[in-house]
């Protein structure tokens, strides 16, 4: 009889569960996961430090309990997988209450062990109040810092540490942070990365400190953080620090189980989600997925995209069909009411990879000029000069840049040329954009340069 | 040597001799426009009358003077077109501010004349204050008269009447709506238009009258409005009447020169906006547009549009290359916070032209449910069955509508089908949408109901 066991019960693994017993109800499922909550909002962890709600429970989608009774899928917390026998198909689990070890088999597996925190080692790093962010549990104890400690450094200037730092000063704590790439949000281009900054330091003046890093950690007598030295010699107080120097996808069970790795370090799957071993299947953060601009395996790990893909294994766990075909880096952040956002690549990728492409980058306003709440927002837009296929999308600012990144990410997934995307009838009333909309001014600017050198 | 005429100069007309002097300064162009302010935002009006902005002024883009100046192109205005000699290419033209008349030869001539609101006979209309929002100087009446006038009954209930209620009402009028047919924004399908409905209510209860028409105006001994009774006997108190029973193209006068009308009533145009007769072209909400959903001749006119086809028709005006393939009939309007979009066509239309399509609706948020500004959005979303393409979406809700219609309007460019969409990589963050988005919900809801029936 078919027994489907999960290892890891986030976003995908849970997903996967709820879905492949929607399709198929007579599917036995045992979920293991090693933290105590399932099925939440990891991405939401910000927000709820930052105070915008006060119950984490509004995070969590089920609890264990629900889960079970609502799904018919058995959940066990607090379990750890540690090792997979990919030839006599079982995993061996130790259960972190009781100490036991026991073997678990399986006709079909799935893994779904996310990420972690990339942390490296940093000279004084035993001092107490060094934090990262993944988890509730690792919320909680921020939250209980927090109360007593108002300095706050935190190390690593992308997405994480940009929503901590709204969050860290929406609660009333003194913020710097510390990035070792010359800009902000690493992920963008350097003329939008400078435009953000410029809108953060509006609000929060001399808290970015790029080109520089973390040297040394420096604690009191009681082993409290008080001072960070970074390697240009400069000395910051702090008495908290969140390390938010990216995430690292959790395969080693799999690379160790022999479970074919991807380049990027996370587990290489086909479209069913499938690994290298035919009856076990990876997806979520732990899972490599194809950029389907570029075609190149990448490692994007994020909350909705774990949510697919959990939904398109849990129908094939059922033995239906359904596919992942792959991303385009369509990513959303904000910074109290500055927006970011993008997709497809940008000007880095694009000269990495060796495109020969135009770019654009168009400084305009959200809506008609004349309405009283009109803002400023740029996109910078990116085409390829050969195939003159758009390629990627990136934007900032106080108006509405999320709106227009999704107009781009469905260009980009229908392959369009920047022809094609001028012609795209965009809504218009004065209330939500200018009579042509700043996307289309950008691909009319692209087409412009496309023209002249093609 | 090249001379072109173009009758009509608020959106289409001076964007086309804008970007035709642009692509070749030599050409000598002229403007007759029987209006006195020219290049304009005619869409912002309702939001200068509802006192959004003080100064009319920020609604035009360019004076006479500066667009003389800046375009080298003459302008007259108060100059009205009276008739086209497609043969012997000339216009014969009045002054209306000396009543002198004169012959203007062309080589080419553009037609950019617009659309008017259509105003039926109804007794009792020659009672003062009754009033329809076209142009500026309409604009200006209606202001004067909301000095003294506080009781305003709306006669229509599409986006002019929508949006003009908005507008009257924050300038403390009392407003109601009468819509002849049987629910409000009747382009909207059913569901969406009671769902809107419910919204506008719970803040301005009994405002809307559907399913009513006007029998007749009474007005006072001196002549000014008092009271409306409708079709259905129920009288109305009024001091003041808007009539926005929707637009009709300008187009006898091309009509009169023998050039083709479409079945819509506008000038039939061909991609480069040239008419039937090869040196005279035609562009903004005078012309006719191709649906490129249905690729049924439409007439939807917009500013958007119009701004688009300028742009085309200077630059085939110029002697270049350029097209405009069509429209998907996208169309945004709000009122107050309550946002309301659409593209493609809606189960009304898809019925009418017969096609075998499936429809969902899903009400849900416009982010993640903690978030605690998150707002409920609903979407209707529309599928061929045969081809499983995507035929529409509408929207309404409080959360931000428009970005998710937009992201359809790119899909339906791209003539995706239902699977295509779910593959859509949408941005995700909590404040910005669900971990899956709505219109992707709405394209899971699709798919399941063709894999079904299909």
Redesign the interface.
């Known amino acids: 009889m078919e027994h489907i066991v999960i290892i890891g019960a986030i976003?995908a693994g849970t997903k996967a569960a709820a879905k492949a017993k929607r399709e198929n109800p007579d599917l036995k499922i045992t979920i293991f996961s090693e933290d105590e909550y399932i099925s939440y909002?990891a991405?939401?962890l910000p927000?709820?430090i930052g105070g915008?709600?006060a119950d984490y429970k509004?995070?969590v989608e089920y609890t264990v309990e629900q889960f079970e009774k609502e799904m018919g899928v058995e959940v066990h917390t607090l379990h750890r997988v540690l090792s997979i026998d990919a030839e006599a198909n079982f995993v061996k689990v130790k259960n972190l209450k009781t100490g036991e070890i026991f073997n678990q088999s399986y006709t079909k597996l799935l893994i779904s062990t996310g990420a972690r925190p990339f942390v490296p080692k940093i000279p004084g790093d035993e001092a107490k109040n060094i934090f990262t962010i993944r988890t509730l549990e690792d919320a909680f104890k921020i939250m209980e810092a927090m109360k007593k400690y108002k300095k706050v450094v935190i190390i690593g200037g992308g997405y994480i540490g940009i929503e901590m730092f709204e969050a860290f000063a929406k609660q009333g704590l003194d913020v710097k942070i510390v990035e070792k790439q010359s800009q902000i949000m690493p992920v963008l281009d350097e003329d939008i990365a400078a435009s953000l900054k410029e809108m953060i330091e509006e609000k929060y003046p001399d808290s970015i400190i790029v080109s520089n890093s973390v040297k040394r950690f420096i604690a009191n007598e009681e082993g409290n953080l008080e001072k960070i030295e970074l390697e240009s010699g400069m000395m910051l107080d702090a008495d908290m620090v969140l390390l938010s120097l990216g995430v690292r996808p959790n395969s080693e069970i799999a690379k160790e189980a022999g479970i074919e790795i991807g380049p990027t370090g996370a587990i290489k799957v086909d479209k069913q989600m499938r690994t290298s071993v035919p009856n076990i299947f990876a997806a979520g953060d732990c899972a490599e997925k194809i950029n389907?601009v570029t075609n190149e395996p990448v490692w994007i790990p994020?909350?909705?995209?774990a949510?697919?893909e959990g939904r398109v294994v849990g129908t094939v766990l059922a033995g239906k069909e359904a596919q992942?075909?792959?991303?385009?880096?369509?990513?959303?952040?904000?910074f109290f009411d500055i927006k970011i956002?993008?997709?497809g690549i940008g000007e880095k990728t694009a000269k990495k990879l060796g495109y020969d492409f135009a770019a654009v980058n168009i400084h305009s306003k959200d809506k008609?000029?004349?309405?009283?709440d009109v803002k400023p927002i740029c996109i910078k837009m990116l085409a390829d000069k050969k195939t003159k296929r758009l390629l990627g999308a990136q934007g900032v600012g106080y108006g509405?840049i999320?709106?227009r990144?999704?107009?781009?990410?469905?260009?980009l997934?229908?392959k369009?040329n920047v022809k094609?995307?001028i012609?795209?009838?965009?809504?218009?009333?004065?209330?939500?954009?200018r009579?042509?909309?700043i996307t289309?001014t950008a691909a009319y600017a692209l087409d412009k340069i496309l023209e002249k050198e093609g």
Chains 1, 2 share one sequence.
Do not use: H, R, W
Not at 302 to 305: E, I, M, V
């Open positions: 976003a909002s991405c939401g927000f709820y915008e709600f509004q995070l389907l994020l909350g909705s995209t949510n697919k992942f075909d792959g991303i385009l880096a369509s990513a959303i952040t904000k956002s993008m997709t008609a000029g004349y309405m009283p509405d999320d709106k990144i999704n107009i781009v990410a469905s260009a997934s229908a369009m094609d995307f012609n795209i009838d965009i809504t218009y009333a004065p209330p939500f954009s009579v042509i909309d289309t």
